[in-house]
């Protein structure tokens, strides 16, 4: 029989967080010449907006605002759900059913289920950027401002950046951790497949005029943001408590 490899709980090495937390900061910067900079976000608007109806096709089709938004958002939410209250219920159990192993990775994915949605949904809130739909360029009422412009005082805050829909589905940013740390490329496959499913819900939006392009590149940023937040900490946690050595369980795939 195969001897399961043991891992320490640190499920990232630190030069790898120094690295991520680099190009969260460069990636940062590009999102930003991109809002400020560039009529990317008007030009895609443009697209999907009718002139002659003065309306967006997509904003009530069934493709997009039954099915690409209230249903899945209710199956990502109840998903969300299920991977906290396991986690807690392993903590109100006193860890009475998952092996520390798994345990560990768990509570990543579920801290990312709580601290995504919850911070997107903060910077929603304090935002005055508005959603395309709103602005009088596609039969709205408000102005067109860019993220670093000055909103004069009589504007209404728009509360639409960054893409709170998104958000639904990036928190699955976190089950990479699951790979970690012996299978690196195969934790990059689940991060990069968590991140085009946020993306491809923010392009729905942006087929309805709910968002901006920008609006969901920047819900990307912060749901990696979060994370690389998350695996900070744990490794700060972990050598407090003299990276203790874990095992996963008996003839786990994730071992070999």
Not at 5 to 31: N, R
Not at 32 to 41: A, F, K, S, V
Not at 201 to 211: C, E, K, N, P, T
Not at 215 to 232: N, Q
Request: net charge positive.
């Amino acid at each position: 029989m195969h001897k399961p490899t043991t891992v320490t709980t640190i499920l990232v090495p630190p030069l790898a967080l120094t690295w991520a937390t680099g190009g969260l900061l460069l990636s940062a910067g590009l999102l930003l010449w991109l809002g400020t900079l560039t009529d990317i976000d008007l030009r895609l608007a443009d697209y999907f907006f009718d002139a002659a109806t003065q309306r967006f096709p997509w904003r009530d089709a069934w493709l997009t605002e039954t099915l690409g938004h209230r249903y899945a958002k209710i199956a990502l939410t109840v998903l969300a759900v299920v991977a906290i209250g396991v986690s807690l219920g392993d903590v109100i159990l006193r860890r009475s059913y998952l092996p520390p192993w798994w345990r560990l990775r768990l509570r990543v994915v579920a801290a990312s289920a709580v601290l995504t949605p919850l911070t997107i949904s903060l910077l929603k809130r304090a935002s005055d950027s508005h959603c395309p739909w709103d602005l009088a360029r596609y039969g709205g009422s408000q102005p067109y401002l860019r993220i670093l412009d000055h909103v004069p005082a009589w504007i209404d805050a728009g509360n639409c950046l960054p893409g709170g829909h998104a958000s639904t589905a990036l928190w699955l940013v976190a089950v990479c951790v699951v790979w970690l740390p012996g299978h690196p490329r195969m934790a990059a496959l689940a991060g990069v497949s968590a991140l085009l499913l946020g993306a491809a819900l923010g392009w729905i939006q942006q087929m309805r005029g709910a968002h901006f392009l920008t609006h969901t590149l920047w819900s990307l940023w912060i749901s990696v943001a979060v994370v690389v937040g998350v695996l900070c900490l744990q490794a700060y946690v972990a050598r407090n408590q003299g990276r203790r050595l874990l095992r996963p369980p008996p003839n786990d795939p994730l071992a070999t």
